[in-house]
Antibody
Framework: EVQLLESGGGLVQPGGSLRLSCAASGFTFTTYAMGWVRQAPGKGLEWVSTISENGINTHYADSVKGRFTISRDNSKNTVHLQMISLRVEDTAVYYC???????????WGQGALVTVSS | DAVLTQTPLSSPVTLGQPASISCRSSQNLVHSDGNTYLNWLQQRPGQPPRLLIYKISNRFSGVPDRFSGSGAGTDFTLKISRVEAEDVGVYYCMQVTQFPRTFGQGTKVEIK
């Protein structure tokens, strides 16, 4: 059974940093690119970032470019999202999902809530 | 960027009646490999998104056959043949053909 479990969410002050993790299981992790999607309270879905299967290629939304860094550890089946210089508008539930593969965005985690507030 | 525009944004439906959601892209979503990576997602209240349809018209595992997708190029449609109570939620189209990935604004399906 495919499972994606996010962790690392929490409350942080504007300008602060946070690192999200997504632990994957139930599939061959190295055959999938992985992505992060976020959803601000009461709003729609916004793609944030994607990392390729081998971690070499990364893509970012303009809204987070230069502040967020996606990485993965294929030995631990984990993908990370390092977030710095956080803004109030980064407040959202962050979901990880399988990106490029046989079927894209087929499995999603339960999400991690990030709240940026003073 | 491929901007996805959904209509309607709200769809009150009587149980057992059909519902239809349109998704129009500002760019052609055909990938260089010939596939069109247009997904439909359902998000029930308090839940993460769930994939319903991928590559325009392919139902994902476990999705009831009352859900169907169609379209090509820039115009796509999700249809629910007979709405059930469990179908209440917000529906999003999403394109995975190009970066950045983009979503439609979401269509809220509710029971009249």
């Amino acid at each position: 059974e495919v499972q994606l479990l996010e962790s690392g969410g929490g409350l942080v002050q504007p300008g602060g940093s946070l690192r999200l993790s997504c632990a994957a299981s139930g599939f061959t992790f190295t055959t999938y690119a992985m992505g992060w999607v976020r959803q601000a309270p009461g709003k729609g879905l916004e793609w944030v970032s994607t990392i390729s299967e081998n971690g070499i290629n990364t893509h970012y939304a303009d809204s987070v470019k230069g502040r967020f860094t996606i990485s993965r550890d294929n030995s631990k089946n984990t993908v990370h999202l390092q977030m710095i210089s956080l803004r109030v508008e980064d407040t959202a539930v962050y979901y990880c999902a399988r990106d490029v593969g046989v079927v894209m965005y087929d499995y999603w985690g339960q999400g991690a809530l990030v709240t940026v507030s003073s | 960027d491929a901007v996805l525009t959904q209509t309607p944004l709200s769809s009150p439906v009587t149980l057992g009646q059909p519902a239809s959601i349109s998704c129009r892209s500002s760019q052609n979503l055909v990938h260089s490999d010939g596939n069109t990576y247009l997904n439909w997602l359902q998000q029930r209240p308090g839940q993460p998104p769930r994939l319903l349809i991928y590559k325009i018209s392919n139902r994902f595992s476990g999705v009831p056959d009352r859900f169907s997708g169609s379209g090509a190029g820039t115009d796509f449609t999700l249809k629910i043949s007979r709405v059930e109570a469990e179908d209440v939620g917000v529906y999003y189209c999403m394109q995975v053909t190009q970066f950045p990935r983009t979503f439609g604004q979401g269509t809220k399906v509710e029971i009249k």
